[in-house]
């Protein structure tokens, strides 16, 4: 069975870093692409970031570029998402999710983060 | 970036109907389009891919078809466990876009 735990999560102050986790299990990490997804409290799902199945590859949505980093370590079957700079319109539930033939299909249970002074 | 228009916002039903959402996308997705499902408190579940492809699990009372730009998604003899959001993505292109959601509620 897939499993996706996000750790990492909590409240931070503006401007300030966070470093979000995924363990993946019950499938083979390594052959899998891997993104974040948020969602703004009471508000629709948002695509952050994409990474391919070697890390080879990222992509970002506009607004995180250049503050937001996601990696992966396929040795420890860990998904990361570091966030800097961090802005009061990024708090949200952020999930990681499995990319099997281009469509986001297994989902962690979500990280909360609170960003406010 | 691809706009997806997603309508109603919110729908209201009773057990045994059928219910109907739709999702017009701003350029062609060549049906690249998939539909979650997403209950409070917990992570969306993707219930069809590729416009019609139901996911394993999913009941064949859920459906969806479509072409070019335009989409929809049915649920016949709505159950009492389908009272949920529901939210289409296209991923023809990055970056993956959802629409607004439909919240579907019991009348």
């Known amino acids: 069975e897939v499993q996706l735990v996000e750790s990492g999560g909590g409240l931070v102050q503006p401007g300030r870093s966070m470093k979000l986790s995924c363990a993946a299990s019950?499938?083979?990490?390594?052959?899998?692409?891997m993104a974040w997804v948020r969602q703004a409290p009471k508000k629709g799902l948002e695509w952050v970031a994409y990474i391919s199945y070697d890390g080879g590859s990222t992509y970002y949505r506009d607004p995180v570029k250049g503050r937001f980093t996601i990696s992966r370590d396929n040795a420890k079957s860990t998904l990361y998402l570091q966030m800097d700079s961090l802005r009061s319109e990024d708090t949200a539930t952020y999930y990681c999710?499995?990319?099997?033939?281009?469509?986001?299909?297994?989902w962690g249970q979500g990280a909360s983060v609170t960003v406010s002074s | 970036d691809i706009q997806m228009t997603q309508s109603p916002p919110s729908l209201s039903a009773s057990l045994g109907d059928k219910v109907t959402i739709t999702c017009q996308a701003s350029?062609?997705?060549?049906?690249?389009i998939a539909w979650y499902q997403q209950k409070p408190g917990k992570a969306p579940r993707l219930l069809i891919r590729?416009?019609?492809t139901l996911e394993s699990g999913t009941p064949s009372r859920f459906s969806g078809s479509g072409s070019g730009r335009d989409y929809s998604f049915s649920i016949s003899n709505v159950e009492s466990e389908d009272i949920a959001s529901y939210y289409c993505l296209q991923y023809v292109n990055l970056p993956w876009t959802f629409g607004g959601g439909t919240k579907l509620e019991l009348k």
């Open positions: 019950g499938f083979t990490f390594s052959n899998y692409g």
């Open positions: 999710t499995t990319e099997r033939h281009g469509v986001m299909d297994a």
């Open positions: 350029q062609n997705i060549s049906k690249y």
């Open positions: 590729y416009t019609s």
